[in-house]
């Protein structure tokens, strides 16, 4: 039997220590680190006592942890939209609950740029969007950081943020599904370009994460172009994914809306690497402990803003948009004395309206956006054009809702190719007349359209309108029958 020399068997008991500990060393080097995410809220402001107080024992379990958010924290509570200031109670409950940073969503924007940037100054969190431009010059918004780069534990973290564009103004440039005229002075680019300008971020951290609004559908073409990411944390189109989701190597989660669940994912790294991630929704609900600070805090903004006044009696439920767009439609007829008002199916916010009292509470949910009233004197041909170009390709539903007449939308393939336009009598519009029309605000800055005569901007659709023809009504009853109607030839 051949004897090992005193040298080799030093070596082979080296190795073989070395190969023992292995296990251990690398254990020694794995690290931890655990997001917590919400999306959409829209104002979903009871659930936070319990947020609050999750949010507490996960960080004694969990040091290591982030808690961020993927936009539209506003627009769907009135006691969050019609609060004195605009946003305010949400902004104050992210704050206690922790969160370290935010996208802005398409929402944000709803209250025009003074209220989002006093909200902006509140908020103990910071906004993260890398493809918005702000001109100092024009806008009230201040310019947000495009990303963060934070450390956990050793871990370094990169967290580019970006924002949905599914809209354009009628100039045709970029802007999020908002209201163009509350965006003046904001440029905004492609999402997924504009990110590709990041790579490099990829060399500066261990995780690199995007914080997006842009809907799952974007947050995968996302993934698929830049596969340098590790994570996305989306929001946007209200997706729930309640299992581990692989995009070309990137995972990518969301967590529904409203704070009907909070978003983990979990993060395992041996040494620089990712070797392990996870993600799993936590159903609220289910949550059965409250922070008594949190509760008293939602108590008062309740209390503060009474939204139970009754203002009219339904006599029937609204069931669906077009009813209920009717409805917003003949009040802006009626409070502007236009001959015909047009409402988008976009700003009907609600379902249904149930039989009984309808409240003050139940206007603002319908219509939570304030948007100004604006009046101008169209001919047929150029109010054919509005509705024409009204049309998504491939919809059997009207967008326009109107008041004071009735349409049928031509179309073929799809395609939009004609209207035909009554009063309500049935008898065409006469071609060489000019109507006076009343639409919100929204619809004449983002739909295109001609105008030969000057427009007029008076109060808001909300207040001045719906509120004073519910009043003055006193009962209501939906219209059955569709005003508006797409027609395939």
């Known amino acids: ?34 997001i917590y995410s919400t999306n959409d809220m829209h104002g979903t402001i009871t659930p936070y006592d319990k947020i609050v107080r999750f949010m507490e024992e996960e960080r004694t379990k969990h040091p290591n942890t982030l808690l961020l958010s993927g936009g539209d924290m506003f627009s769907g509570n009135p006691v969050v939209d019609q609060y004195p200031q605009r946003g305010m109670p949400i902004i104050d409950l992210m704050n206690l609950t922790g969160y370290q940073y935010a996208v802005p969503g398409n929402h944000e924007f709803d209250y025009g740029q003074k209220a989002l940037e006093v909200c902006r100054e509140q908020a103990e969190f910071e906004l993260l969007c890398a493809n918005m431009q702000v001109d100092k010059d024009k806008a ?41 005229m509350g965006m003046e002075g904001i440029h905004f680019e492609d999402p997924i370009e504009t990110a590709l300008k990041y790579r490099f971020l990829r060399q500066e951290c261990d995780v ?30 209200h997706t729930r994914i309640s299992r581990t989701q692989l995009t070309n190597g990137v995972l990518i989660a969301q967590a529904e809306e409203k ?59 609204f ?90 939308l031509h179309t073929h393939n799809g395609e939009a190719i004609g209207v035909t336009m009554t009063d309500m009598q049935g008898k065409p519009l006469d071609e060489n007349k000019r109507y006076k029309v009343s639409m919100n605000g929204y619809i004449a800055a983002s739909y295109r359209f001609d105008e030969s005569i000057p427009r007029q901007e008076m109060e808001t659709t909300t207040d001045a309108a719906l509120i004073k023809y519910l009043k003055q009504m006193g009962k209501i009853t939906p219209q059955r029958r569709s005003r508006a109607i797409v027609m395939e030839e």
């Not at 005193?6 to 794995?30: G, I, N, S, T, V």
């Not at 967290?159 to 809209?167: D, F, K, N, V």
């Not at 006044?309 to 439920?317: N, S, Y």
């Not at 319908?366 to 109010?383: R, S, W």
């Open 259 to 317: 704070l009907n669940y909070i978003n983990k994912v979990t993060l395992t790294l041996g040494g620089k690497t990712i070797t392990e991630r996870k993600t799993e929704l936590i159903k609220v609900e289910t949550l059965e402990k409250a922070d008594p600070t949190a509760t008293s805090l939602i108590q008062k903004f309740h209390q503060e803003m009474p939204l139970n006044k009754p203002l009219a009696e339904v006599h029937a439920q």
């Open 319 to 408: 069931d669906g948009t077009q009813p209920l767009g009717m409805l917003m439609a003949d009040a802006l007829n009626s409070f502007c004395g236009t001959d015909f008002a047009f409402q988008n199916s976009g700003g009907v916010r609600i379902k249904e309206l149930p039989k009984g009292a309808i409240t003050l509470g139940d206007v603002y949910r319908l219509d939570p956006f304030k948007n100004q009233i604006v009046t101008l004197e169209m001919t047929p041909d150029e109010i054919r054009i509005l509705l024409m170009n009204s049309h998504q390709k491939g919809s059997q539903k009207a967008d326009l809702l109107p008041a004071g007449m009735k349409y049928t």
């Open 140 to 180: 009230l918004l201040s310019q947000p950081q495009p990303y963060a780069l934070v450390e956990r534990d050793g871990i370094r973290i990169a967290i580019l943020g970006l924002t949905e564009t599914s809209h354009r103004r009628r100039d045709g440039s970029l802007i999020p599904g908002a209201n163009p």
């Open 1 to 34: 039997m051949p004897i090992h020399k005193p040298e080799k068997m030093k070596r082979f008991c080296l190795l073989l220590l070395l190969y023992m500990l292995c296990p251990y060393a690398l254990r020694a080097e794995e690290r931890t680190l655990v």
């Open 208 to 237: 690199f994460i995007a914080l997006t609004h842009l809907g799952t559908d974007d947050d995968k073409k996302l993934a698929e172009a830049m596969p340098e990411l590790d994570l996305i944390i989306g929001g946007h189109s």
